[in-house]
């Protein structure tokens, strides 16, 4: 006989009892009573009609009804009453029914002749907390598949081997393939091959040390053409299962691309117009270097005219003379014009200033051309990837282009390494540090208000992987209180309208946000200053 356990935890819920057999349906009921409201009835049909006036949460179920047999049934009642937990009774021991039961929806599956009171109870406690739990999972299913379906970035679930469990609907809406299509393309066929190996080194760490990883990638969408990707992946743990799986979040960047290309662009441009403001600034200095040289040059083209003016009329008159002497006669009046034509021009003296006067010429020629090869090195716009740059070249341009800034103020002296390799530089910003080092250094001389000229020296030389640019001045110096700010935008000591003080800030920017660099400061008030800007060989 059944007695009803003593349980702690009652169920309290609706129950259905299907049972064509008064006595165990009675039984059934004796012992469920007390676990909530209990309905019997004996066949499937008044069943289904109790269930369409009634819903309850559990229906305990026989396999052997007179108007249905096996698990028709049991699929009548899932369509009729989905929410609810079902217990299958049978008398049958089948062990493949029992399994095929539990796979359409049936939460346990219990023999007649091994049942009692407690194992019913918990039998029907267990379904409940079964159903319970498979409604949350279906409610979160229905809520993930509700928020991929929707959402705007690409959500794909894989394996080790980068099979898709599941992709997002968001995939074939950006790159426009059907989800059939989709699923025949490969991680070979989507990803752009340059950043294949990135892709599989990702994934392979991410798999096989667990951490998070987020990588770039361009994947190709139907038209050929291809989208910039930014992925987050990371493992989903679940102990239970066989192979691990990962979950993979990337987001359309092209926008993101474009405005970063843009600012590069706009980065390119003020940098330009910086070198275009600073040969502004230059430009009378500039003009003074130049006109220096053209004025001997103009001068030396006017003595050389005299001079062939002179010899013109030296071998005119020779050749007069040398005309009226045919037939041995030579008149004496003519040798006396000749001579006194000669003596005139002082052809000696000519003799000496003409090659003097074309050396000073070609010498005027060169400085000008040296001028103006250092102005259009130190104007070039550069281009936005790094190059290899002659730095020795890059400092003696810069330092002849800003000549009239510095040459009333300090004396220049120049230490540059002959065998200096080149480096990879961007050659406008670096021209662009060295004149603020410049100018800076000039200002400082000037600040000590010392009646003497002060000193520049510039030099170069390899340390191991690095090329060192040392660059000092005989100025003021800085005080200790605010080294730490001469790197500052906008910060000076100078006076009002002497820069806007982002002469060292740009240096900043250029060799250690750029160039990834180093510089290295040491300062001693009233004797002068220091910069070491220390520049990789290779690419960083």
Same mark, same amino acid.
């Given at each position: 006989?059944?007695?009803?356990?003593?349980?702690?935890?009652?169920?309290?819920?609706?129950?259905?009892?299907?049972?064509?057999?008064?006595?165990?349906?009675?039984?059934?009921?004796?012992?469920?009573?007390?676990?909530?409201?209990?309905?019997?009835?004996?066949?499937?049909?008044?069943?289904?009609?109790?269930?369409?006036?009634?819903?309850?949460?559990?229906?305990?179920?026989?396999?052997?009804?007179?108007?249905?047999?096996?698990?028709?049934?049991?699929?009548?009642?899932?369509?009729?009453?989905?929410?609810? /937990?079902?217990?299958?009774?049978?008398?049958?021991?089948?062990?493949?029914?029992?399994?095929?039961?539990?796979?359409?929806?049936?939460?346990?599956?219990?023999?007649?002749?091994?049942?009692? /009171?407690?194992?019913?109870?918990?039998?029907?406690?267990? /379904?409940?907390?079964?159903?319970?739990?498979?409604?949350?999972?279906?409610?979160?299913?229905?809520?993930?598949?509700?928020?991929?379906?929707?959402?705007?970035?690409?959500?794909?679930?894989?394996?080790?081997?980068?099979?898709?469990?599941?992709?997002?609907?968001?995939?074939?809406?950006?790159? +426009?393939?059907?989800?059939?299509?989709?699923?025949?393309?490969?991680?070979?066929?989507?990803?752009?091959?340059?950043?294949?190996?990135?892709?599989?080194?990702?994934?392979?760490?991410?798999?096989?040390?667990?951490?998070?990883?987020?990588?770039?990638?361009?994947?190709?969408?139907?038209?050929?053409?291809?989208?910039?990707?930014?992925?987050?992946?990371?493992?989903?743990?679940?102990?239970?299962?066989?192979?691990?799986?990962?979950?993979?979040?990337?987001?359309?960047?092209?926008?993101?691309?474009?405005?970063?290309?843009?600012?590069?662009?706009?980065?390119?441009?003020?940098?330009?117009?910086?070198?275009?403001?600073?040969?502004?600034?230059?430009?009378?200095?500039?003009?003074?270097?130049?006109?220096?040289?053209?004025?001997?040059?103009?001068?030396?083209?006017?003595?050389?005219?005299?001079?062939?003016?002179?010899?013109?009329?030296?071998?005119?008159?020779?050749?007069?003379?040398?005309?009226?002497?045919?037939?041995?006669?030579?008149?004496?009046?003519?040798?006396?014009?000749?001579?006194?034509?000669?003596?005139?021009?002082?052809? +000696?003296?000519?003799?000496?200033?003409?090659?003097?006067?074309?050396?000073?010429?070609?010498?005027?020629?060169?400085?000008?051309?040296?001028?103006?090869?250092?102005?259009?090195?130190?104007?070039?716009?550069?281009?936005?990837?790094?190059?290899?740059?002659?730095?020795?070249?890059?400092?003696?341009?810069?330092?002849?282009?800003?000549?009239?800034?510095?040459?009333?103020?300090?004396?220049?002296?120049?230490?540059?390494?002959?065998?200096?390799?080149?480096?990879?530089?961007?050659?406008?910003?670096?021209?662009?540090?060295?004149?603020?080092?410049?100018?800076? /250094?000039?200002?400082?001389?000037?600040?000590?208000?010392?009646?003497?000229?002060?000193?520049?020296?510039?030099?170069?030389?390899?340390?191991?992987?690095?090329?060192?640019?040392?660059?000092?001045?005989?100025?003021? +110096?800085?005080?200790?209180?605010?080294?730490?700010?001469?790197?500052?935008?906008?910060?000076?000591?100078?006076?009002?309208?002497?820069?806007?003080?982002?002469?060292?800030?740009?240096?900043?920017?250029?060799?250690?946000?750029?160039?990834? +660099?180093?510089?290295?400061?040491?300062?001693?008030?009233?004797?002068?200053?220091?910069?070491?800007?220390?520049?990789?060989?290779?690419?960083?």
């Amino acid at each position: 006989m059944l007695r009803t356990p003593s349980l702690s935890a009652q169920v309290s819920q609706s129950i259905l009892i299907v049972e064509d057999e008064p006595a165990l349906s009675s039984l059934y009921e004796r012992v469920l009573s007390r676990q909530g409201t209990v309905r019997c009835c004996a066949s499937l049909e008044t069943a289904l009609e109790a269930l369409h006036v009634h819903p309850c949460e559990v229906v305990l179920l026989d396999l052997g009804l007179p108007d249905s047999q096996g698990l028709e049934g049991l699929a009548r009642i899932r369509r009729h009453a989905p929410e609810a /937990a079902v217990v299958i009774t049978t008398g049958a021991s089948d062990e493949n029914l029992a399994l095929e039961a539990l796979r359409n929806g049936a939460q346990d599956y219990l023999l007649k002749d091994r049942l009692d /009171a407690s194992t019913l109870v918990r039998a029907i406690r267990y /379904a409940l907390e079964r159903k319970q739990t498979e409604n949350k999972l279906h409610q979160v299913e229905e809520l993930f598949l509700g928020v991929a379906d929707n959402m705007v970035d690409l959500l794909s679930i894989i394996q080790t081997d980068g099979t898709r469990i599941y992709t997002s609907p968001s995939y074939c809406r950006l790159l +426009g393939y059907s989800g059939e299509e989709l699923s025949e393309l490969s991680r070979k066929d989507l990803v752009y091959p340059d950043d294949l190996p990135g892709v599989l080194e990702a994934l392979e760490g991410l798999f096989r040390d667990g951490i998070s990883r987020r990588f770039e990638y361009r994947i190709r969408r139907r038209d050929g053409g291809y989208v910039p990707l930014e992925s987050n992946a990371a493992l989903i743990l679940d102990v239970h299962a066989p192979n691990p799986k990962a979950v993979l979040i990337a987001r359309d960047i092209s926008a993101r691309k474009a405005a970063e290309a843009e600012r590069e662009r706009m980065e390119v441009e003020l940098r330009q117009a910086q070198k275009l403001e600073s040969i502004g600034q230059l430009a009378a200095g500039i003009a003074h270097e130049i006109n220096t040289p053209i004025q001997y040059i103009g001068d030396n083209t006017s003595f050389l005219r005299e001079a062939f003016e002179a010899l013109g009329r030296i071998v005119e008159r020779h050749q007069a003379l040398l005309d009226q002497c045919q037939g041995d006669r030579c008149p004496p009046e003519e040798v006396s014009a000749a001579r006194r034509v000669l003596e005139e021009a002082d052809l +000696g003296y000519y003799l000496d200033e003409v090659p003097k006067a074309l050396a000073q010429t070609l010498e005027g020629v060169n400085r000008v051309t040296r001028i103006v090869g250092a102005m259009k090195d130190f104007s070039h716009p550069g281009g936005d990837a790094k190059c290899w740059t002659d730095i020795n070249r890059s400092i003696e341009s810069t330092v002849t282009v800003c000549r009239n800034e510095w040459k009333y103020a300090a004396d220049m002296e120049l230490d540059l390494s002959p065998s200096l390799p080149w480096v990879p530089c961007y050659p406008a910003e670096f021209n662009q540090a060295i004149l603020n080092l410049v100018i800076n /250094a000039v200002h400082a001389i000037e600040a000590n208000q010392h009646p003497d000229k002060g000193i520049i020296r510039i030099g170069t030389r390899q340390v191991g992987e690095t090329v060192e640019i040392l660059v000092q001045d005989s100025g003021c +110096g800085i005080p200790d209180v605010i080294r730490d700010r001469v790197f500052d935008p906008f910060f000076t000591t100078k006076p009002v309208g002497k820069g806007i003080g982002q002469g060292l800030s740009i240096v900043h920017a250029v060799i250690v946000d750029k160039l990834k +660099g180093s510089i290295h400061l040491d300062s001693e008030v009233g004797k002068g200053t220091s910069f070491r800007l220390c520049l990789p060989l290779r690419e960083v």
